[in-house]
């Protein structure tokens, strides 16, 4: 078990309105080389449980520990250490990456951080070899973001989170602001570098069909509280809860016969 | 064209749009780059189109012309309403056919409700417009709301949009677009910010709403699943141009065009085996620097020899029609 996160709540406080508790008694573990997918619809929690695991908020109640640090209080060395392990890729890759920084420095910047490479000839060398991992074309790393297409700056994104060997990598949402055609580049991209770097991946998302594919652990949220997680086969096979049943019976299939025939067999449902 | 006769749709025709070009200013410059570049197409009466496309693509501005939103936008080309040419029509007269004739549904509910006007004289604001008196518009907003399975609308009709959740916001916009009795139906994206459960109760009533009043319906999309259960017709666009359009269970068993064939394999199917996704590679051009010839030819995998130098005519072969010279047989 690489990180646990162990009964987290938490509010949100907007003042003067009552605080909004956003997270109940969420647990859940993260394990070695292995795809985590969180789900649930807008409002259910998901992406501030990412937050949480990744310090940018803290919950008020629980512990979230990741290989022997205690997330949630962690400073000096720990903190660093930590910073550098568990790395993210957020979804909007046209607001998440510095537009006067050109692409070497956007990838280059953790090394720099983590003082991983001593001189900026290897950065620049790492910078080339992660480029190229990730499907971009080393030429272009002197280069400004916005002659990038969206799903460029998505691979860019990646090879930024991954060119300081990071062991987790939270991803909010990273192809929901993508072209559709520019999708299936991107979730083959991250499936590939979880193999190839046995990486863990949380991912967080709405689409089902998108976490099916790319996940092989599922945590399904409704109002920041899990209501049911399993394998990808026991989940997608046989869910459990009434609630991730309706999940499942609305997604939409992309085949006209299939796709009228649920609806059909759906709408006989509620009517009974 | 020998082809001609199979084309026609079984329904009279509502909207024919003939080489329609829409071309926007860049900047604040008075060059404009051409967004639309040559589109045909019919909707009969109460027949439900899917227009799909990803960003760039044109679909927003196809749709938005026939209602000619867009002030900034050049137009030519034809759009014949039911025996009317709206281009040639004067702002005024255009005006007669927003709401009344031709009616649209946004994105974003919660955008375009007004937050300080209770839901029904937003209903029925449309009605009062043309001149319908107070009690007499709010009545038939009461019937729509009614219509739409607004839970005791009678009773909300003084309250405000945040009183609404999500889904039922949907309705209310959807209410005002029906309240004119319009003929088509124009829904841009209309459940892209909704969570799955609740686009699909919102596909279920325009699917409803479309089959009781004889309603013709354009839903434009970029998500291809959501479409396959509820247009009878797709049509495909890239770059601007129409380059497929066939009846819904063609198009998604048998696509003609490689994109189209490229988009059906590139998303992942919740009830289909795992395995790498086919990626199409590269990403959709902007509108500027729109490829020569086929505008896909540099990211398709058939491409030969007339494709990069050469745009394809959209040809009929059978029902569907597709802009593809893989399937022109005319030179051969």
Known sequence: MLMSIDHIGKSYHAFPNPPTKVLHDVSFNVDTSEAIGLVGESGSGKSTIAKCMLQLIRPEEGSITYDGIDVIHARGEDLRRFRREVQMVFQDPYGSLNPRMTVEELIGEGLLIHKLEPTAAARRRRVAEMMEMVGLNPDDMDRYTRSFSGGQRQRIAIARALVINPRILVCDEPVAALDVSVQAQVINLLQDMQKKLSLSIVFVAHDLAVVRHLCEKIIVLHKGAVVEQGTRDEFFGNPQMPYTQSLLAAVPVPDPIAGRARRAARRLETAN | ?332
Do not use: W
């Open chain 2, 1 to 332: 064209m020998p082809d001609k006769k199979d084309m026609t749709p079984v329904r009279a025709p509502l909207v024919t749009v003939e080489n329609l070009m829409v071309d926007m200013p860049l900047g604040r410059s008075d060059k404009h780059v051409r967004i639309v570049d040559g589109v045909d197409f019919t909707i009969g009466v109460g027949e439900r189109v899917a227009l799909v496309g990803e960003s760039g693509s044109g679909k927003s501005l196809t749709a938005r012309a026939l209602m000619r939103l867009d002030r900034l936008a050049r137009l030519s080309g034809r759009i014949d309403f039911d025996g009317t040419d709206l281009l040639k029509l004067s702002d005024r007269e255009i005006g007669k056919y927003r709401g009344s004739s031709i009616a649209m549904v946004f994105q974003d509910p919660m955008s375009f409700l007004d937050p300080l006007m209770t839901i029904g004289d937003q209903v029925a604001e449309t009605l009062r417009i043309r001149g319908v008196g107070r009690a007499e518009a709010r009545k038939r907003g009461l019937a729509v709301l009614d219509e739409l399975g607004v839970d005791r609308a009678a009773e909300r009709l003084d309250s405000y949009p945040h009183e609404f959740s999500g889904g039922m916001r949907q309705r209310v916009v959807l209410a005002m677009a029906l309240v004119g009795e319009p003929r088509l139906l124009i829904a841009d994206e209309p459940t892209t910010a909704l969570d799955v459960r609740v686009q699909d109760q919102v596909l279920d009533l325009l699917d409803d709403v479309s089959a009781r009043r004889g309603l013709a319906v354009l839903f434009i999309t970029h998500d291809l699943g959501v479409v396959a259960g509820f247009a009878e017709r797709v049509m495909v666009m890239y770059s601007g141009r129409l380059i497929e359009d066939g009846e819904v269970a063609s198009v998604f068993t048998r696509p003609s065009h490689p994109y189209t064939q490229g988009l059906i394999k590139a998303v992942p199917r919740i009830d289909q085996d795992l395995g790498t996704l086919y990626a199409i590679p590269g990403a959709p051009p902007p509108p500027l620097a729109r490829p020569s010839g086929c505008a896909f030819h540099p990211r398709c995998e058939k491409r030969f020899a007339p494709c990069d130098r050469e745009q394809p005519a959209l040809l009929s072969i059978g029902r569907t029609r597709v802009a593809c010279h893989l399937h022109d047989k005319r030179g051969v």
